[in-house]
Nanobody
Framework: QVYLVESGGGLVQAGGSLRLSCAAS????????MNWYRQAPGKERELVAA???????YYAESVKGRFTISGDDVGITVYLQMDTLKPEDTAVYYC????????????????WGQGTQVTVSS
């Protein structure tokens, strides 16, 4: 199994910062790239940022220039630095991993964390 545990959420005023962490454990060999999604009440879950196994990053337009995704050298912890937060960033943030295609046994694992609440007050 793969286990993803998020931390770092909380309540912050608009303009403030938070840093989310996602620690992976278990069969981490199954992980090829990690992502942050978020889901606000009444809205669909959306991809916020992603980082590949070689460090290539992607950001949703709504967070470009404000959020930074990074990972440690061994690829089992990923961070989301969130600066200049806005009330519309309020959501539950989920860590997600991409299964490595090299190993058949990896494909049926769950690659989602439990989520961490981020609330930005105006």
């Amino acid at each position: 199994q793969v286990y993803l545990v998020e931390s770092g959420g909380g309540l912050v005023q608009a303009g403030g910062s938070l840093r989310l962490s996602c620690a992976a454990s278990g069969d981490t060999i199954c992980i090829s790239g990690m992502n942050w999604y978020r889901q606000a009440p009444g809205k669909e879950r959306e991809l916020v940022a992603a980082i590949t196994s070689v460090g290539t990053t992607y950001y949703a337009e709504s967070v470009k220039g404000r959020f930074t995704i990074s990972g440690d050298d061994v690829g089992i912890t990923v961070y989301l630095q969130m600066d200049t937060l806005k009330p519309e960033d309020t959501a539950v943030y989920y860590c997600n991993a991409n299964p490595a295609p090299d190993y058949e046994f990896c494909k049926d694992y769950n690659y989602w964390g439990q989520g961490t609440q981020v609330t930005v007050s105006s």
